[in-house]
C-alpha cells in the first residue's frame, strides 16, 4: 500500500497484471539492467535535453504500418513516454473526456507485451473542463530501475513499484487552479536521489524537491511572485555543484540542489514562460517568446469584448476551467489587489497588478502595449495573430553560466539575441554546437550556440499545424512533431535538409522518446515503437 494517510479507497485503486509481469516475477522476463545513457528516464530524456548519445541508427522513414515493430492502444493521453531498464510507461485517460479513470500503464519495450497497468477512478465532481488539445493524462513519468513517478492533477504525485506495478508512496498537492484554457501540464524529473517537480498555477505555485524513494518532501520554494507557467526544473552542473534551474515569470531562478535556496536570478523578459531550459556544460540556454499575459486574460474572461473583466464574466464565462465548482477565496483576493478604485471591474493595467506579484510583473503591463500599438491590443481571433507579431520584439535566445550568486543579468548573461524565431511552447534542443528552434507552421531556425548568431532561420519543414512537442535529437538527426501528426526528420548540419516527412495519421502533442535505436511515439490514443525493421 502507498505510504500515506490517505484513504486509498477514495480513488478506487485497481491492478491489472498481465502474464510478462508474472514472468518477471519469476525472474524469467527481464534481464537485470542499471540506469544506463540508453535510457530515457522522464520528460524528453536525460535531464529533459531531447539528447540521446547512443549511436545506434534510427529509422528515418515510418508510418503506422511501415517499420514499426509493435504498437499498442492506450487510451487518452498526450504524456510522453519513458522507458527505463527496458520497460516503457506511460498514462492515459479512460471513460468520456477528459476521463474518469486515470491509468499508469508498463510494457516491455522491446517486445510491446503489457506488463501492467493501474487504475485509478476519479470519484466526486467532475474534472476541470481543459484545452481540447491537452488532456488529463499530459504529465510524463519519471522512472528509475526501481519506482516509476507519476503525477496527476487531481491525485497528486505518486510512486510505484516499477516491476509489479505496487503503489509505494503517495504525495498530495495542492490541486491546480488555472485560468486560462490549457490547464495542467506538468511532469516530475529525476535527478540521482531526487525527485523534483514544479507547478505555476493561478493560485498556489511551487517547486518541489522529494525524496525518491520516500516521499518526503526535502524542500519546497512558494513561488508566489510566479504567474501561470509551463518550465521543468533542469539541473545545471556547476564547479560548486549542481544547481536546481526553473524559468519562471521574468527570470530563471538558480536553486541550491540541497536546500533550495534561491542562489541567483537572471532576467528573462517574459510573463507566463511554457518553454524548458537546457543546460549544456554548466551554460543554461532559454528562449523566450510569450511577453505579456493582460491581454489573455481578455481573451479568456471578457465576454463582450469591452476591455474590462468583471467577477459575473470571470464567475460565467464558458473557458473557465472549473466550471461548476467555487472559486477560491485566494483568487478573489487577488482580483480585490487589482481593483485600485473598487468598482468591481479589472482595466488596464489593474488586470496586470491583479494576477502578477507587486515585485516581479515580467513582460508587458497593458498601458506598454497600448504605448507600443498606439492602441488597446485587439483580441478578436483573426486579428490576434498580427497584434501580437508585434508585441514580440522581445522575443529572444539566451545562454547563461550557472554559478552565479544574486542578480546575474549583467554578470552571467554570455549572450543574448533577439529574434522571433522562439515558439512561446516549443522548448529549443542544443544538439552539435547548435540550438534549433521550431515554431507553428513548421517555421525552424538554428542558432550557433557559442555567440548566438543565426546559422539559417524561417524555413520549413513542409508539414503545417501547431507544434506542441519538443524536438529531439539522436543519430545526426533532429525529429520534430507537428499536432496534426508528422513526424519530420531533419539531418543535422549547417543547412537544413529535410529526410522525410512522417504522417502518423493521429494527432501527436507528446515528445517522442529515443531509445536503443528505436523511437518510441505517443499519437493521442496509440503508442508505436519504431524501428529499422529488416526488409
Known amino acids: 500500500m502507498f505510504q500515506t494517510s490517505t484513504c486509498l479507497a477514495t480513488f478506487g485503486w485497481s491492478l491489472r497484471v498481465g502474464l510478462g509481469v508474472l514472468l518477471a516475477t519469476c525472474g524469467l522476463c527481464l534481464a537485470s539492467h542499471s540506469l544506463s545513457a540508453e535510457d530515457?528516464?522522464?520528460?524528453?530524456?536525460?535531464?529533459?535535453?531531447?539528447?540521446?548519445?547512443?549511436?545506434?541508427?534510427?529509422?528515418?522513414?515510418?508510418?503506422?504500418?511501415?517499420?514499426?515493430?509493435?504498437?499498442?492502444?492506450?487510451?487518452?493521453?498526450?504524456?510522453?513516454?519513458?522507458?527505463?531498464?527496458?520497460?516503457?510507461?506511460?498514462?492515459?485517460?479512460?471513460?468520456?473526456?477528459?476521463?474518469?479513470?486515470?491509468?499508469?500503464?508498463?510494457?516491455?519495450?522491446?517486445?510491446?507485451?503489457?506488463?501492467?497497468?493501474?487504475?485509478?477512478?476519479?470519484?466526486?465532481d467532475a474534472l476541470p473542463k481543459i484545452h481540447e488539445s491537452n488532456s488529463y493524462a499530459s504529465a510524463s513519468p519519471a522512472a528509475d530501475e526501481e519506482r516509476v513517478y507519476v503525477y496527476h492533477a487531481h491525485l497528486g504525485l505518486m510512486a510505484f513499484d516499477a516491476k509489479t506495478g505496487e503503489p509505494v508512496w503517495k504525495l498530495a498537492l495542492p490541486e491546480p487552479y488555472f485560468v486560462f484554457d490549457w490547464g495542467p501540464g506538468m511532469s516530475p524529473v529525476i535527478h540521482g536521489d531526487r525527485l523534483f517537480f514544479c507547478q505555476d498555477d493561478d493560485l498556489s505555485p511551487a517547486a518541489y524537491c522529494l525524496d525518491?524513494?520516500?516521499?518526503?518532501?526535502?524542500?519546497?520554494?512558494?513561488?508566489?511572485?510566479?504567474?501561470?507557467?509551463?518550465s521543468h526544473p533542469v539541473i545545471c552542473e556547476t564547479p560548486q555543484g549542481p544547481e536546481v534551474v526553473i524559468a519562471g515569470t521574468g527570470?530563471?531562478?538558480?536553486?541550491?540542489?540541497?536546500?533550495?535556496?534561491?542562489?541567483?536570478?537572471?532576467?528573462v523578459f517574459c510573463r507566463n514562460i511554457k518553454t524548458t531550459p537546457v543546460t549544456f556544460d554548466g551554460i543554461i540556454y532559454v528562449s523566450v517568446e510569450s511577453v505579456g499575459i493582460s491581454y489573455q486574460w481578455r481573451v479568456t474572461a471578457d465576454a463582450n469584448g469591452d476591455g474590462k473583466i468583471t467577477r459575473d464574466e470571470i464567475l460565467n464565462n464558458k473557458y473557465r476551467l472549473n466550471t461548476g465548482k467555487s472559486i477560491p477565496d485566494a483568487f478573489w483576493a487577488k482580483f480585490d489587489r487589482g481593483?485600485?478604485?473598487?468598482?468591481?471591474?479589472?482595466?488596464?493595467?489593474?488586470?496586470?497588478?491583479?494576477?502578477?506579484?507587486?515585485?516581479?510583473?515580467?513582460?508587458?503591463?497593458?498601458?506598454?502595449?497600448?504605448?507600443?500599438?498606439g492602441r488597446t491590443i485587439d483580441t478578436d481571433a483573426d486579428k490576434l495573430p498580427e497584434e501580437?507579431?508585434?508585441?514580440?520584439?522581445?522575443?529572444?535566445?539566451?545562454?547563461?553560466?550557472?554559478?552565479?550568486?544574486?542578480?546575474v543579468s549583467k554578470t552571467h548573461v554570455l549572450w543574448l539575441h533577439k529574434t522571433k524565431a522562439p515558439s512561446h511552447i516549443v522548448s529549443p534542443l542544443v544538439a552539435d554546437g547548435r540550438m534549433f528552434l521550431i515554431k507553428q507552421g513548421g517555421i525552424t531556425a538554428s542558432f550557433d550556440i557559442a555567440n548566438g548568431q543565426?546559422?539559417?532561420?524561417?524555413?520549413?519543414?513542409?508539414?503545417?499545424?501547431?507544434?506542441?512537442?519538443?524536438?529531439?535529437?539522436?543519430?545526426?538527426?533532429?525529429?520534430?512533431?507537428?499536432?496534426p501528426g508528422v513526424v519530420s526528420v531533419i539531418e543535422s548540419g549547417p543547412e537544413q535538409k529535410v529526410l522525410a516527412n512522417n504522417d502518423m495519421g493521429e494527432s501527436i502533442a507528446a515528445t517522442p522518446a529515443l531509445v536503443d535505436g528505436q523511437i518510441f511515439l505517443r499519437t493521442r490514443t496509440k503508442l508505436y515503437c519504431i524501428a529499422q525493421m529488416a526488409k
Open 40 to 124: 530515457w528516464p522522464q520528460w524528453r530524456g536525460p535531464n529533459s535535453s531531447g539528447v540521446t548519445t547512443s549511436k545506434r541508427p534510427l529509422p528515418v522513414e515510418f508510418s503506422p504500418t511501415k517499420n514499426v515493430r509493435w504498437s499498442a492502444e492506450v487510451g487518452d493521453g498526450i504524456c510522453s513516454p519513458t522507458v527505463v531498464a527496458g520497460r516503457l510507461f506511460t498514462t492515459a485517460m479512460l471513460g468520456e473526456k477528459p476521463g474518469n479513470t486515470f491509468v499508469v500503464l508498463c510494457f516491455d519495450a522491446t517486445t510491446g507485451v503489457r506488463l501492467w497497468q493501474r487504475e485509478m477512478a476519479i470519484e466526486g
Open 212 to 230: 525518491k524513494k520516500t516521499g518526503e518532501i526535502l524542500w519546497k520554494d512558494d513561488r508566489g511572485d510566479m504567474a501561470c507557467c509551463y
Open 251 to 267: 527570470k530563471m531562478i538558480g536553486y541550491d540542489y540541497n536546500t533550495g535556496h534561491r542562489k541567483w536570478a537572471s532576467e
Open 339 to 373: 481593483d485600485e478604485n473598487k468598482d468591481g471591474v479589472l482595466e488596464g493595467d489593474e488586470i496586470d497588478k491583479a494576477f502578477l506579484d507587486p515585485k516581479n510583473r515580467g513582460g508587458l503591463l497593458a498601458s506598454e502595449v497600448q504605448a507600443r500599438l
Open 388 to 407: 501580437l507579431g508585434e508585441l514580440q520584439k522581445e522575443a529572444s535566445i539566451q545562454a547563461v553560466r550557472g554559478g552565479g550568486e544574486g542578480d
Open 454 to 483: 543565426p546559422v539559417w532561420e524561417r524555413r520549413r519543414v513542409g508539414a503545417d499545424g501547431s507544434y506542441l512537442a519538443a524536438p529531439v535529437f539522436g543519430d545526426g538527426k533532429v525529429y520534430v512533431v507537428s499536432e
